[in-house]
């Protein structure tokens, strides 16, 4: 590797400009991290594959400030089915709440998703992407990584196959160096395999036919099937997926005896669509035969090296929840590269990130195996269990409301012991668990998610009380290195009025706004708060604690403590790891 030639250094690299990988950038560039993004193919692949995502992925591109351009291009809220042959509904799945701010059910067009979060990335001037790079080797040492890269000697061009062309010309061999390399280079992982790290878990014999759909313009040819649908029979298992515009996918089980090369024949594809719907009205975009995968790496961090999205977990796609596992890891990991590049945190925050996401990510996979044999059963036995119990499931109402909201999806709850954060008060305690996002109003009577009041970092949340005039000078050094913001929240028509007894200035400037629905107040309740009380909120909105606001300085030290900020400030080799430390050293 020291024979070809340095280009430069970074603060991350990241290898993979997938779902996970854009994520990454959008939110160490919105840190203002140097980033370089080093993605194997030379344009944008193109082809669809995640069609599906959730509220708690909306939340997260909204803080990326993206949420806008992408729910332009989705469908909301559209109803999830299990049917019958005939198309006739047998249970639903249709949420109707919004606990963390916007829809659960939310189908996109995966190119679409992907361009989008591309093209945003140049608000970043700090962040590069180098496409046609591919990963090779890299090494690492106690200040950061090494990393070996040459022009990608085979690419994806074709947005109708994936098969590989050859690229010509020079390899260009560099390396870069970077204090930290995120591997979310995808299932394959270059990154995972010269780690040597192994994945646990099954992968699945049943191979399904995915057929990616284009209707052409002038038909109406999708009006019969306005929702997703698992149709359940076991003669010939089948998923209809909707996607915005004029896309569409199905996915057909093969049965015994079938093999991949008959089912990829145009005959054998338009038999299969003829059963739904009419093959004339579409171009057929993509025809190809796959096999899923449940698998988790047993080790998502080795030194400055760490593993996000299906680098790190590969789910089964039932429950649209592979690329979400993805973005979530790059939510969870973004925060804290952030403290540790700013020294703000000790490098031990990062083991964090796997003992937070591992345990959700296998849940996510359980769930959506599990969906899996249920929409995929054949055997006699089963199907007649699997149809006992959706019978349950739509005849005794609470089962039913269960079934409509989703109660069978992992909630974003943290593991006891897992997380950082106080210690779960309770078993439903807000510690460690995905704050409720509630629309708030403001004092000139405008609506806002409270979300974006609270910025990218720390938040402190009162509950009618302003926490600000509680803390302490080393509480409030601490939480301004973390650029933490400070709300005062009132219950709906709450504020504090009249003639007697109320401050007429706001001295502090903290913003002070009304729990339009409750749900925040009713969050506070839970913990066990009426008033007086004050919630530490990460930057990715999980609870630090929620503690009465007499307590919020002992909090903040405990804060300061799991973080490891006062071991920093006995290390001042840390403070000297910095990118031109390292281009320095490089250059000497
Ligand atoms: C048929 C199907 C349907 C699906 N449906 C859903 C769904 O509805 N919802 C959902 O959430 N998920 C779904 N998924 C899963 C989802 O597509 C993946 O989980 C998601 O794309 C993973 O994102 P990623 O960024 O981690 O990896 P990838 O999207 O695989 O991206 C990895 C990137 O790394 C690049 N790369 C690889 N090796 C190197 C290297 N050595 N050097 C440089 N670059 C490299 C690749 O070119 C690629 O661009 C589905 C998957 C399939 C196959």
């Known amino acids: 590797m020291n024979a070809v030639p340095q280009d430069d250094a970074c603060d991350v690299a990241i290898v993979g400009l997938g779902p996970t990988g854009l994520v ?22 193109g082809n669809a594959r995640a069609v599906y995502t959730d509220d708690e992925c909306m939340r997260i591109f909204q803080h990326l400030g993206v949420v806008d351009e992408l729910q332009a291009r ?24 919004r606990p963390f701010g916007w829809p659960i059910i939310n189908f996109f067009y995966q190119p679409y998703l992907e361009t989008t979060l591309s093209e945003t990335l140049s608000r970043y001037p700090n ?47 560099r390396t870069i160096r970077a204090r930290f390399m995120v591997g979310a280079d995808g299932g394959r992982s270059v990154v995972r395999t010269k780690l040597g790290i192994e994945m646990a878990g099954k992968s699945f014999p049943e191979p399904w ?29 089948v998923v209809s997926c909707v996607q915005p515009d004029k896309f569409h996918r199905f996915e057909f089980m093969l049965m015994p005896g079938e093999t991949k090369e008959n089912m990829e024949r145009p005959e054998t594809v338009r038999r299969y669509l003829s059963m ?49 596992s993805g973005v979530r890891d790059a939510y969870n990991l973004g925060w804290k590269l952030d403290l540790v590049l700013r020294d703000q945190a000790a490098q031990a925050l990062l083991d964090t990130y796997q003992s937070e996401r591992h345990v959700h990510a296998k849940a996510m996979i359980d769930v959506s195996v599990l969906l899996k044999n249920v929409v995929s059963a054949r055997n006699p036995f089963a199907t007649l269990l699997r149809d006992a119990s959706l019978g349950l499931i739509r005849t005794i109402p609470p089962l039913r409301r269960w079934f409509q909201e989703g109660g069978f999806k ?35 009577g405008a609506r806002q998610r409270i979300d974006d009041l609270l910025g990218p970092g720390f938040s402190l949340i009162g509950l009618n009380v302003d926490p600000s005039r509680y803390l302490d000078k080393a509480s409030a050094e601490t939480l301004k290195a973390l650029s933490t913001r400070s709300i005062t929240l009132y219950p709906y028509g709450g504020r504090p009025q009249g003639l007697n007894g109320v401050d007429r200035d706001n001295t502090n400037g903290t913003t ?8 925040m107040i009713a969050w506070f309740g839970k913990a066990g708060f009426s008033e007086k009380a004050v919630a530490i909120l990460r930057p990715d909105r999980f609870a630090f604690a929620v503690v009465p606001v007499v307590e919020l300085n002992r909090t903040v030290a405990r804060l300061r403590s799991q973080l490891g900020m006062q071991r920093l400030g006995r290390q001042s080799d840390l403070a000297r790891d910095s990118v031109s430390t390292l281009s320095v050293a490089k250059a000497a």
């Open 512 to 519: 002070e706004v009304e729990d339009i629905g409750g749900e």
């Open 209 to 237: 036919l995915v057929v990616d759909l284009e209707r052409k313009t002038g038909t109406d040819a999708l009006r019969h099937l306005p929702y997703f649908n698992f149709v359940v029979d076991p003669k010939l298992p």
């Open 276 to 324: 739904f719907v009419d093959p004339d009205q579409f171009f057929v975009k993509r025809k190809l035969v796959y096999t899923f995968n449940a698998l988790i790496a047993a080790k998502w961090r080795d030194g400055r090296v760490l593993l996000a999205g299906d680098a790190a977990h590969m789910t089964p796609q039932f429950m649209g929840q592979g690329a979400s």
């Open 74 to 97: 989705m469908m909301m809220e559209t109803p999830v089915q299990l049917v019958r042959p005939d198309g006739t509904p047998i249970t639903q799945y249709m949420p109707r709440k």
């Open 410 to 444: 992992p909630m974003p709850v943290y593991k006891k012991g897992t997380y950082l954060g106080l210690p779960r008060s309770h078993r439903n305690g807000p510690e460690g668990a995905l704050a409720p996002q509630p629309e708030v109003r403001l004092f000139n």
């Open 24 to 45: 990454l950038a959008h939110m160490l560039g919105q840190a203002g991290h140097q980033v370089v993004v080093l993605e194997r193919e030379p344009v944008f692949y």
């Open 127 to 173: 962040v590069d992407v180098r496409r046609g790079r591919e990963v090779i080797d890299f090494s690492q040492d106690a200040d950061g990584v090494s990393i070996a890269h040459q022009a990608t000697r085979e690419a994806r061009f074709s947005d109708s196959t994936d098969a590989r062309t050859s690229v010509q010309g020079e390899a260009d061999a």
